[in-house]
């Protein structure tokens, strides 16, 4: 059975850093793309960042600049880091995986991943 299960996730001040952890267990596949996503509530969810097995990276545009994916294969566990955070990045933030595969241009997009995390809140104030 697959499980991801997120951390790191608190009360920040606008322009602090956070850095998410996302543990992944019974996960098999050797070829395969992880992602973090986030969601307002009443708001769709975002695409955050995926990264790929081997070491391939596609970012939202959200992201892009602040945030960065990357993962510790010995750990089995997937990390954003999170800089310059604004209130507006306030969201619960989620990791998903995928049935196994090769990166490809729908890695930004729900539809890819299979399983999910519960999700850590992230709150950043002004």
């Known amino acids: 059975q697959v499980q991801l299960v997120e951390s790191g996730g608190g009360l920040v001040q606008a322009g602090g850093s956070l850095k998410l952890s996302c543990v992944i267990s019974?996960?098999?596949?050797?070829?395969?793309?992880v992602a973090w996503f986030r969601q307002v509530e009443g708001k769709a969810r975002e695409a955050i960042a995926a990264?790929?097995?081997?070491?391939?990276?596609a970012y939202g545009n959200g992201a892009r600049g602040r945030f960065t994916i990357s993962q510790d294969n010995a750990k089995n566990t997937l990390y954003l880091h999170m800089v310059s955070l604004k209130p507006e990045d306030t969201a619960i933030y989620y990791c998903?995986?995928?049935?196994?595969?090769?990166?490809?241009?729908?890695?930004?997009?729900?539809?890819?991943?299979?399983?999910w995390g519960q999700g850590t809140q992230v709150t950043v104030a002004s």
């Open positions: 990264i790929a097995h081997d070491g391939r990276t």
């Open positions: 019974g996960y098999t596949y050797s070829r395969y793309v």
């Open positions: 998903a995986a995928n049935d196994g595969g090769e990166f490809y241009p729908g890695v930004l997009f729900e539809y890819t991943y299979s399983y």
